[in-house]
Structures are given as structure tokens and as C-alpha cells.
């Protein structure tokens, strides 16, 4: 109930959040479902799946709603780890350990099909990546003024820079993932360039984030494999 999973034979030694951003992508949704709990509950975690949905038609803000989603989970438990997941992508390795660096961000996805396993470019912090709320809160979350797709990945890439940490990557064996792609092909093309950044990130970290977050929470029901955060 509420995609809440604890090992009934053993204590968990973690306990991860999985975070996901959701607007209208059901098929998705359903396939990463069908995969995820058996793959977490196989590393014998303790977690939770929460689902964070934006009402209306306007432009999309995942940082934003990932930010929603940390303050929402943190009140249900003190979590270890928190894992900020992208809905169409399903990891390859049950050794990739869904668990947080004790030091730095981790980037989880560190190979995808759709790139053909390697890293697009050299700072790319986006699909799956692992933080402690303590890292989530050094760098002051993610920034809430990216609407629409894009951009924020290297922001926050350049976020953990800025508050004196750095990004491990999982190793590219370890961190393969599928990409599901239910929606119109976009242009393989794009997705290896670098999104231009149009936010001055070195000024206004520290001032647009976990901070500055402001929504409306208009309902909260747990559903059979995961929780359901609705905002505006």
C-alpha cells in the first residue's frame, strides 16, 4: 500500500525514497512499476515509491516537483537515501544498489540505450541520480524557475559544484538502464547536445531551491505500488 516495502525476514539496512515526476505518462508509468518492485525488493530495501503530479496544462517543472516531493517524503520517514528517477527509464542491473554515496551525489544512470551506454557529455547529471537529504540541502535542492524540459540537469550538476561536492557515477557496467519511449521519437541528435543553460546558476543557487519552494498541495492518497503527491 502506498508502494511502502519493508523485508519481512530481515532489518533493512536502507531506506530509499524513489522519486518520480509525473504528468500524463500512464504506460510509463505501469512499466516502470511492473519492474521496479521486484528489482528493490530482490536488494532487500526498505522503501517507498512516490509519484509527484502537476495539475494543469502548463509547462512541465520536474526540478519543482522533485523539491515537492523531498519536503512531502521527509515527513514520513528520516530516509537514507533519496532517489530522484525519470518514469521511462528501467535499470538492467540488480547489482546497481539503489543506495547513496556517503560523500557525494550520485549519478545512477550512468549508461543509457538511448546514448548507447556512454555519457552524452561529460557533466550530464540527468535520468537517475541518488542524494542524502544532507546533500539535498547543502546545495539547496533544485531550482523551481525550469519550466519546460531541459537545462535544469546541468544546473543542478553545476549546483553540486558550487556547494563543494562532486558527482560519482556508477560504474557503466552497473548503471545501464532501458529507455521506454511510448511518446513521439524525439531526435537522437538533440539529446546529444548540451542544452544551453539559461539561468546564471553561480548567482542564484543559494536563493532559488528548497528555500524559496512554494506550492499547493491538493491531495495526497496512497494507491496499491506507490503514493500519490498532487500540486499545483
Not at 550538476?157 to 556508477?170: D, N, P, S, Y
Request: charged residues 25%.
Amino acid at each position: 500500500s502506498g508502494g511502502r516495502y519493508r523485508p519481512p525476514h530481515c532489518l533493512a539496512r536502507y531506506k530509499s525514497a524513489i522519486l518520480v515526476a509525473y504528468r500524463n505518462q500512464k504506460k510509463n508509468l505501469q512499466h516502470l512499476l511492473y519492474y521496479i518492485h521486484p528489482f528493490l525488493q530482490r536488494q532487500q530495501l526498505s522503501y517507498s515509491i512516490y509519484l509527484i503530479q502537476q495539475v494543469g496544462n502548463g509547462a512541465f517543472n520536474r526540478a519543482k516537483l522533485l523539491n515537492v516531493g523531498v519536503r512531502e517524503a521527509l515527513k514520513d520517514e528520516d530516509w537514507d537515501c533519496l532517489l530522484l528517477h525519470d518514469i521511462n527509464l528501467v535499470p538492467e542491473n540488480d547489482y546497481n544498489l539503489y543506495v547513496c554515496d556517503e560523500y557525494y551525489p550520485k549519478h545512477m544512470s550512468s549508461a543509457m540505450d538511448e546514448f548507447q551506454y556512454i555519457l552524452p557529455y561529460k557533466s550530464f547529471f540527468g535520468g537517475v541520480s541518488a542524494l542524502t537529504p544532507e546533500h539535498y540541502m547543502k546545495m539547496n535542492g533544485f531550482p523551481n524557475t525550469y519550466w519546460g524540459s531541459g537545462g535544469e540537469n546541468d544546473d543542478i550538476a553545476t549546483r553540486i559544484q558550487l556547494a563543494g561536492m562532486k558527482i560519482v557515477r556508477t560504474s557503466p557496467h552497473l548503471g545501464r538502464y532501458k529507455v521506454m519511449d511510448y511518446n513521439e521519437k524525439r531526435e537522437t541528435q538533440e539529446l546529444w547536445r548540451r542544452p544551453m543553460s539559461l539561468h546564471n546558476t553561480r548567482k542564484t543557487w543559494k536563493d532559488d531551491g528548497m528555500n524559496s519552494l512554494e506550492f499547493k498541495l491538493l491531495s495526497r492518497t496512497k494507491h496499491p505500488l506507490y503514493t500519490n503527491i498532487t500540486v499545483d
